[in-house]
Antibody
Framework: EVQLVQSRAEVKKPGDSLRISCKGS????????IAWVRQMPGKGLEWMGIIYPGDFDIRYSPSFQGQVTISADKSISTAYLQWSSLKASDTAMYYC???????????????WGQGTLVTVSS | EIVLTQSPGTLSLSPGERATLSCRAS???????LAWYQEKPGQAPGLLIY???TRASGVPDRFIGSGSGTDFTLTISRLEPEDFAVYYCQQYGSSPLTFGGGTKVEIK
């Protein structure tokens, strides 16, 4: 079974750094793009960016460029989303998703991780 | 960037009724690369339809995707109690990939 398992919920203060994770299993981790999707409280879905673990090619949405860092460690089949200085406006649910078409940057998403809730509050 | 507009924002229907959800793109979606997802409270979204009209594995045949170019539709032929949820369309024909704002299907 193809599965993405994300790290647990986090509560942080403004200015803190954070890295959340997404571990893939049941497929060849290095041959499918992984994307991150944000969902702010009560809002819709926003595509943040993607990474290809095979060669670490990374593409960011213009809306998130410079705001977050996407990375991966293919030795442990894990992708990461990182902030150097959190803001209250980063409070959201974050999902990792796999591109369904092998090697394709343009693809639908399946499966989805269970989500990581990040709460930033003083 | 392609902007997707979903309508209506909320659809109030009874079990057994037909639901028609619209997703309109600000420009033509390349190769009709459009997907639909279902989100239930407390759960991650799940894939229903891709390539505008192909049902994902295990999705009941009451879910029907159609359309091309800039106008796409998700039809639920007869609503079951488990179908009351929020539905999102997504285009993956060009980067950045974008989502519509969602349509909530609620019990009337």
């Amino acid at each position: 079974e193809v599965q993405l398992v994300q790290s647990r919920a986090e509560v942080k203060k403004p200015g803190d750094s954070l890295r959340i994770s997404c571990k893939g299993s049941g497929y060849s981790f290095t041959t499918y793009w992984i994307a991150w999707v944000r969902q702010m409280p009560g809002k819709g879905l926003e595509w943040m960016g993607i990474i290809y673990p095979g060669d670490f090619d990374i593409r960011y949405s213009p809306s998130f460029q410079g705001q977050v860092t996407i990375s991966a460690d293919k030795s442990i089949s894990t992708a990461y989303l990182q902030w150097s200085s959190l803001k209250a406006s980063d409070t959201a649910m974050y999902y990792c998703v796999r591109h369904s078409r092998m090697g394709a940057t343009l693809s639908w998403f399946d499966p989805w991780g269970q989500g990581t809730l990040v709460t930033v509050s003083s | 960037e392609i902007v997707l507009t979903q309508s209506p924002g909320t659809l109030s229907l009874s079990p057994g009724e037909r639901a028609t959800l619209s997703c309109r793109a600000s420009q033509s979606v390349s190769s009709n690369y459009l997907a639909w997802y279902q989100e239930k409270p407390g759960q991650a979204p799940g894939l229903l339809i891709y390539d505008a009209s192909t049902r994902a594995s295990g999705v009941p045949d009451r879910f029907i995707g159609s359309g091309s170019g800039t106008d796409f539709t998700l039809t639920i032929s007869r609503l079951e109690p488990e179908d009351f949820a929020v539905y999102y369309c997504q285009q993956y024909g060009s980067s950045p990939l974008t989502f519509g704002g969602g349509t909530k299907v609620e019990i009337k």
